[in-house]
């Protein structure tokens, strides 16, 4: 079983950035692709970004292209996001996730068994 905290949400004005982090316990994500998804209010869950199990690929969704960075630090079992030039339409909650099985990535919510409480980050404009 994994688990996963997200942390380094909070509310910020359009422009500014954030970090959030993902620690995972309980297994080691070395060999395992991550990703991040968030969910507006009224809105279904979407991709964000993902990254490999090496971090030598990463991907991205049209809507933060540019603007938002996923790494990782398998010494640490963490996985970040950093989130540049915000902007409100980026307020949601934003989860980290990882899959049962190693070596893989996707942009597919249902490929991923394991997810965080969320963080929620907030953009004023």
């Known amino acids: 079983q994994v688990q996963l905290v997200e942390s380094g949400g909070g509310l910020v004005q359009a422009g500014g950035s954030l970090r959030l982090s993902c620690v995972a316990s309980g297994r080691t994500i070395r060999s395992y692709g991550m990703a991040w998804f968030r969910q507006a209010p009224g809105k279904d869950r979407e991709f964000v970004a993902t990254?490999?199990?090496?971090?030598?690929?990463?991907s991205y969704a049209d809507s933060v292209k540019g603007r938002f960075t996923i790494s990782r630090d398998n010494a640490k079992n963490t996985v970040y996001l950093q989130m540049n030039s915000l902007k409100p339409e980026d307020t949601a909650v934003y989860y980290c996730t990882a899959p049962r099985d190693p070596y893989y990535t996707s942009a597919l919510s249902e490929k991923y068994d394991y997810w965080g409480q969320g963080t929620q980050v907030t953009v004023s404009s």
């Open positions: 990254i490999s199990w090496g971090g030598g690929s990463t």
